[in-house]
C-alpha cells in the first residue's frame, strides 16, 4: 500500500519471485546465505531455481567463505546477475545484530541464530530507514513461497522476540501480513498508517540512495 520512490525492496534467498509479481523484478538489496550458491538440499536448489536469469541491485553473499572469484562463478553457474556485490562474514553480521539486539543472537547454535529476514530489517534499521515494512516474515508459520516441501522454518521463537523488542524500543517497524500483526503485536501498514507517514514524510523526486552506511562493519 502507497509504495512508491520513498521505498526501497529487500527480498531474503528466493523470495524476489513474489516481488516479481508486484512488478518489482530487480530488488535494491538481495541477502542470500552462503549455503544457497553451492548446496544440494531442497531449499538451495529451489532458490537457485526460481532465481535463474534474474537479477539484483545489490547483493549481499552471508557468511560466503571461498572468495569473490568463486562466488561470481557459482552466480553464473544459474545466471543471476548482480549490479554490486559484497561477502559478509560472520564477524561482521554479529556486529549488526550485537548492535542491535545484544548478545541474545551470539548464533552459537540454532537457538541463537536469527533469520536471515531479521538481518534484513536490522540492516534497514543500520541504514536508518523511516519505515520498515516487513512481508512474509511469520514466526508462527512454516515453509516458504518458492517450494511446496513446507519446510520447517528455524529462529521463530527468537525472531519474535526479536521483533518484539525492536518495536518497544522504538524502531518503525510495521507488517503488511494481518496475521503477523495479530500474533507479533506488530502494526499493520495500512491506509491510517501510510497517512501518517506521508504527513511525515512527502514524497520527493527520488529515494534516497544506500551509499557506504550500508556496510554492516
Known sequence: MGFDDRFSVITINGSQVVTKKWGIAVPDVTFIQSRQFDGMNM?????????????????????????LSKLNERLQGFDYQCDR?????????LALT????????NELDAETKVSNGIIAVLFAIHNQATAIIISGINP????????????????????????VDLQTKGYPLYTADPEVAESTGLPLWDEQALESYNSRYP???????????????
Open 43 to 67: 531449499n538451495a536448489l529451489e532458490v537457485r531455481r526460481v532465481l535463474k536469469g534474474e537479477r539484483t541491485r545489490m547483493l549481499y553473499a552471508l557468511l560466503w567463505r571461498e572468495g
Open 85 to 93: 556485490v559484497r561477502i559478509v562474514n560472520r564477524y561482521e553480521r
Open 98 to 105: 550485537r548492535n542491535l539486539i545484544g548478545s541474545c543472537a
Open 140 to 163: 508462527d508459520s512454516s515453509g516458504h513461497v518458492y517450494n511446496d516441501a513446507n519446510l520447517v522454518r528455524l529462529h521463530a521463537k527468537l525472531d519474535r522476540e526479536i521483533l
Open 203 to 217: 514524497l520527493v523526486d527520488s529515494k534516497p540512495i544506500m551509499r557506504d552506511r550500508a556496510s554492516l562493519r
